[in-house]
């Protein structure tokens, strides 16, 4: 239901868990909460024709192989999978503009394991109807669209916040996922940790000559990673972080220009390229909440953890999240739990917190390593790349980390 006519003056309603943020982790966790058999309310500042539009957000995402098994569970996969691109191979290299790839790579196959590939390349557009359509099917979901939260409050076991239209909304469990300056974690006193790398990265679709064979490319270039993804037919998405004031220029080009400045940088291994579509900036940082959990409230998704697209693994872990809660809710109530108490949230925060720790940790160190033209720092990476490329089991250790496979996996994720 997309704003349900408030009742009268009352303009309250009850559910079991209160959603703030119709994002990409949001809809994922109601369709999940929903099937598990709770009543879910979605709250988001924007309308769903407007997060609808083709247009409304550039990125494609590199979904690991677990992440569309959870998608796959919660039933849209179906809508997503003609779209999908299976992800078969990952190279990574070394590069400056102009001079092509160097001499050490690390190449990634999915023969290597025999799960089938890493991953799909799914572009937003698609992602995100998906998930608007299944949530307006589902009798158990109700979406408040064009509505901002701007307060919440614990009343003894519930919670509730309250809308800028004054409407109010009370739950058993808020969950914030509002993305990554999250006023439910502001509004709960959870403070955050983090800073913003100087880098915007550059997002677009190019068409190409020749097919990518599935194969996705990074290129650690001095400015910041290009990574080269491939999409259905012969089209690529461009994610090419570079320092603020070399992204500013870059989007300020007109499209020739812009496909100039990219061509020494991408290389001619597809043939000539063009452009398919706009280009999208978004600027880059670390933000970690200090703690996942508040009172009778759960982060999810950016909201707990937004990270550096360098290893496209910020919505893979926001998936995570989003299926290890589920899990622990249904569980909760499995054994007749409420499923807001701190008993029931620490079982989520135990479980996501290293992981997401881990994650920010490592996507921080990746970046400054790589985002550089030291020539020591340039030697050792290089070095440290064709260590790992010469080592069968660590190589499938990569491989089996792109794909999600590794860790304490959430039932929605196993297969
Ligand atoms: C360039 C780039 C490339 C990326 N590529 C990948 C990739 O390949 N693979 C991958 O796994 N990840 C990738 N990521 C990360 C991924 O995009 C994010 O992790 C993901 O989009 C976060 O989704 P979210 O739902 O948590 O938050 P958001 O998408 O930020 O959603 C938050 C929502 O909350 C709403 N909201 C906020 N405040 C309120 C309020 N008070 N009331 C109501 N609504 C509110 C907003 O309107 C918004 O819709 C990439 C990120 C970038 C920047």
Redesign the pocket.
Known sequence: MDNPAWGGILRHMDTDIII???????PALALAAAQAGFAVTI????PVDQ?KRPDFDG??????LA?TRLLRGIGIWDAIKKDAQPMLEIKVTDGRAGEGPGPWMMHFDHAEIEEGPMGYLVEDRHLRRAFLDAMAADNRITQLAG????AQDMHGPRVAVTLASGAAITGQVLVG????????AARAGIKRTGWGYGQT?V?CAVAHEKPHGGIAHQFFMPGGPLAI?PLTGNRSSI?WSEDETRATALMAMNDADFLDALRPAFGSFLGQISLTGARFA?P?GLTLANSLIADRIAL????AH??H?IA???????LRDVAALAEVFGDARARGEDIGTAQTLARYQQWRRFDTATLAIATDTFNRLFSNDNPLLRAARDIGMGLINAAPGLRRNFIREAAGLTGDLPKLMRE
Do not use: C, W
């Not at 990125?59 to 690991?64: D, G, K, N, P, Q």
């Not at 496209?312 to 926001?318: E, I, S």
């Open positions: 703030v943020g119709g994002g990409l982790n949001g709250i988001d500042s924007l997060r990125r494609s995402y590199a979904l690991a992440s509505e901002t939260v701007v996922s509002d993305g990554r300056q999250s006023g439910t990265a997002v993804l994610v978004y880059l999810i998704g950016d909201a937004g990270v697209p496209g693994q910020g919505l893979n872990a926001g």
